[in-house]
C-alpha cells in the first residue's frame, strides 16, 4: 500500500468545520467508561430531542455548511429509529447535509435491521462499533453488556445494510489479557474485514468500576506490558493490510475517519448536547454535562458552556503539533508557518527529535518513526507551553 492513497486530501480555503452529537444514553454502565452517560429513559429521550432542537436554534454558523458529523455517546444507536430521524433532521434542517462523512457510534447490543435501515436513508456514512475484544471472559472484564454471537450478528447486519465505512473499536491490556489473546482480538477485529479500526489501550477513568479496583490494588498499570500489546498490535494490523494513520487508528486506503483527522489538524467543531465540546467562534468551549443542567440552560436560552478558553494562535500552534505528530502523516512545518507566522523550520527541539532517532524529517515534514510513537504522549507533553 503506497503512503500517498493513505492521504487524506487536503481541503483548500475554508476551514472544515464538523458537528458532534452527544447522545448521553447508555443501556448499562461499563466498567472502564468514564464517557457522560445516563439510563435512558423515553421522558428523558423525548426532553433531549428538544433539548438538541433548541441548542440549534442557538448556533448560527451563517452560509458555511458541516463537512463532517459525528454522533457519540453514550450510545446514540439506542434511540429509537424514529428518534434518531427527530434528531437527524433537527440538525440538517438547521445546518444541511455533512457534505463529506456522517458517522453513528453504535453498541453491538444497540444493534437494529430498522435502526439502520432509517440511518442509512437519511444519509449516514459511516458506522463505528464498540467491540471491545471478541473475548467472553474479557467481555466480562469489561462489564460489556454484549456477547460474540451479538458481536458478529450485529456487523453481518451492519454490512448486509451497507455503509461506505465500517469501523470497530478494541481496548487491549485489559487486567488479565495475555498478548497471545490481544493478537487474537487484532486478528479477529481484522476477519470481519471492516474498514477502520481503532485500539485503544485501557484508561482507568475516575469514578469507575475499574478505576475503584485499582485503587483497592486489586488490578494494576503496567508500562512495559501496555508498550509490547502496542507493537503487537502494530505487527497484526500491518500483517492483516491495515495501514495505521494515527496512534490509535488504522484504516483501509480512503477509508481514515475525517471528523477526526480535522479535529487532530485543529480544524472548527460545534459540539451539541451534554458534555460537547466545541472549537468554534474564537473559543474552545464544553457544554454543562449533566441532562438537567442542559435543558434548564436552553430553556433560560443560552447553551450552558463550561470551561471556556479563548483560542489563541499560540493554542492552535500547539495542539497542531501535538495533534499532528500523532498522525502517521506528521506535520507540515512550512505550512502551519504560513498559518501561524511562526519560525517552524529551525526549531531546535525537533532537531533533537531527529537526532535521537524519534523523527524523521523530510523537506518541510515532521513525522514521528516507530521508536518516537512509542513516547508520543512525552513528546507532546514536552511541546507543551513552547509555543503558547
Ligand atoms: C464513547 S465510547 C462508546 C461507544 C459506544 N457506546 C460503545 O460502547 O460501543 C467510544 C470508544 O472509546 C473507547 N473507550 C471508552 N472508554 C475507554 C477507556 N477507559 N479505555 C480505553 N478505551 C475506552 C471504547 O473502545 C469505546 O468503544
Ligand atoms: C473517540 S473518537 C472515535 C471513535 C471511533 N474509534 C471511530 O473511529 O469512529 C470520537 C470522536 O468524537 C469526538 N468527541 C468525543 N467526545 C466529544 C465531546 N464531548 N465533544 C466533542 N467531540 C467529542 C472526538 O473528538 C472524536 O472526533
Ligand atoms: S462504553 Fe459505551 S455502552 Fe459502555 S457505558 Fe460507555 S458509552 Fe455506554
Known amino acids: 500500500m503506497s503512503k500517498s492513497k493513505h492521504k487524506v486530501p487536503q481541503r483548500h480555503g475554508e476551514t472544515p468545520l464538523g458537528l458532534y452529537l452527544h447522545v448521553p444514553f447508555c443501556s448499562t454502565s461499563c466498567d472502564f467508561c468514564g464517557f457522560y452517560q445516563i439510563q435512558s429513559d423515553r421522558k428523558g429521550i423525548l426532553s433531549y430531542i428538544d433539548g438538541v432542537k433548541r441548542e440549534l436554534e442557538l448556533v448560527d454558523v451563517g452560509s458555511r455548511k458541516i463537512d463532517t458529523m459525528f454522533w457519540g455517546g453514550g450510545t446514540p444507536g439506542l434511540l429509537p429509529a424514529a428518534d434518531m430521524l427527530k434528531v437527524g433532521s433537527s440538525i440538517t434542517d438547521a445546518l444541511g447535509m455533512p457534505t463529506q462523512e456522517w458517522t453513528v457510534e453504535m453498541a453491538p447490543s444497540s444493534v437494529k435491521r430498522d435502526k439502520l435501515e432509517a440511518l442509512k436513508e437519511a444519509g449516514v456514512t459511516r458506522i463505528s462499533m464498540g467491540i471491545q475484544s471478541l473475548n467472553e471472559r474479557l467481555l466480562e472484564a469489561l462489564g460489556r453488556q454484549h456477547s460474540l454471537k451479538q458481536i458478529h450478528k450485529a456487523y453481518n447486519l451492519i454490512r448486509e445494510v451497507g455503509f461506505r465505512s465500517v469501523n470497530v473499536d478494541l481496548i487491549f491490556a485489559i487486567p488479565t489479557q495475555t498478548e497471545e489473546e490481544w493478537r487474537a ?60 494513520y494515527e496512534i490509535s487508528n488504522y484504516a483501509r486506503p480512503g477509508h481514515q475517519c475525517l471528523h477526526n483527522v480535522y479535529t487532530w489538524r485543529m480544524a472548527e467543531w460545534i459540539g451539541v448536547g451534554p458534555s460537547g465540546s466545541s472549537q468554534w467562534a474564537g473559543s474552545r468551549h464544553t457544554n454543562t454535562p449533566d441532562l438537567k443542567d442542559w435543558l434548564a440552560g436552553l430553556e433560560r436560552g443560552e447553551r450552558g458552556l463550561v470551561d471556556r478558553t479563548e483560542l489563541s494562535d499560540g493554542l492552535l500552534l500547539e495542539d497542531s503539533l501535538i495533534f499532528g505528530l500523532r498522525m502517521n502523516e506528521g506535520v507540515d512545518l512550512a505550512a502551519l508557518e504560513r498559518r501561524f507566522g511562526r519560525t517552524l523550520r529551525q526549531v531546535a527541539f525537533f532537531d533533537q527529535l531527529v537526532e535521537e532517532g524519534k523523527a524523521l524529517r523530510e523537506g518541510d515534514v515532521l513525522r514521528l518513526t516507530p521508536e518516537g510513537r512509542m513516547v508520543a504522549d512525552a513528546v507532546g507533553e514536552a511541546l507543551l507551553g513552547r509555543f503558547g
Not at 219 to 228: G, L
Request: proline share 3%; charged share 25%; net charge negative.
Open 185 to 244: 482480538d487484532v486478528r479477529g477485529a481484522l476477519a470481519l474485514q471492516p474498514d477502520h479500526l481503532s485500539t485503544y489501550c485501557l484508561t482507568f477513568e475516575e469514578d469507575t468500576a475499574l478505576f475503584i479496583k485499582l485503587q483497592q490494588g486489586k488490578v494494576s498499570i503496567d508500562p512495559d506490558r501496555e508498550a509490547r500489546f502496542y507493537t503487537a498490535m502494530w505487527e497484526e494490523a500491518e500483517n492483516g493490510g491495515f495501514q495505521q
